[in-house]
Antibody, heavy 115, light 106 residues
């Protein structure tokens, strides 16, 4: 079972970035998927999750209205569209399997917001 | 939103010691709590879910207990490979908040 996250990058404050994650080795369409981030030297912060068919989505308050989670089950992919990025969004973003507990984690994508 | 508070923030113990980490929810969350271990430079690893169910492959020296607002992660005999930061996380409802972490050192 793998969760692969290509991407990440450096973006200026106010800019946009799209993260993606591709799952393999499990029935992707049968699981909620989530994003968790970790700022440098800090703890884990839950960001968003999405149900199996994409009809339910939830976000942490600090990203509501700026981030959008989506999925394409045919491509076994999960995405996080990030707009109006702030310096405090700088973190490693992990794609994780599950809605409750998280048993599989992607390797993480570094997002740096800086001028 | 429900807040998750871990204590202590850090601890130092000797090899073979029994180590206990506490996680308190600001409101009741039934048994919807997980514990993770994150070693330096590594991905988080699920240890326990539903407050007390040991994830497959996790050594039996790890155990979890509690329900409602008060939860405990116990390492029965601390080993060198247990040096890590430990996080609790609630999952009754969104947001799926994590505790701030407890750093365990030898």
């Amino acid at each position: 079972l793998h969760l692969v996250e290509p991407g990440g990058g450096l973006v200026q404050p106010g800019g946009s970035l799209r993260l993606s994650c591709v799952g393999s080795g499990f029935t992707f369409s049968g699981y909620w998927m989530s994003w968790v981030r970790q700022a440098p030297g800090k703890g884990l912060e839950w960001v968003a999750n999405i149900n199996e068919d994409g009809g339910e989505k939830y976000y942490v308050d600090s990203v509501k209205g700026r981030f959008t989670v989506s999925r394409d089950n045919a491509k076994k992919s999960l995405s996080l569209e990030m707009n109006s990025l702030r310096v405090e969004d700088t973190a490693v973003y992990y794609c994780v399997r599950g809605s409750g507990w998280y048993d599989y984690w992607g390797q993480g994508a570094q997002v740096t917001v800086s001028s | 939103d429900i807040q998750m508070t871990q204590s202590p923030s850090s601890l130092s113990a000797s090899l073979g010691d029994r180590v206990t980490i506490t996680c308190r929810a600001s409101q009741g969350i039934s048994i919807y709590l997980a514990w993770y271990q994150q070693k330096p430079g590594k991905l988080p690893n699920l240890l326990i879910y539903d407050a007390s169910t040991l994830q497959s492959g996790v050594p039996s020296r790890f155990s979890g207990s509690g329900s409602g607002t008060d939860f405990t992660l116990t390492i029965s005999s601390l080993q060198p490979e247990d040096v890590a930061t430990y996080y609790c996380q609630k999952y009754d409802n969104a947001p799926r908040t994590f505790g701030q972490g407890t750093k365990v050192e030898i």
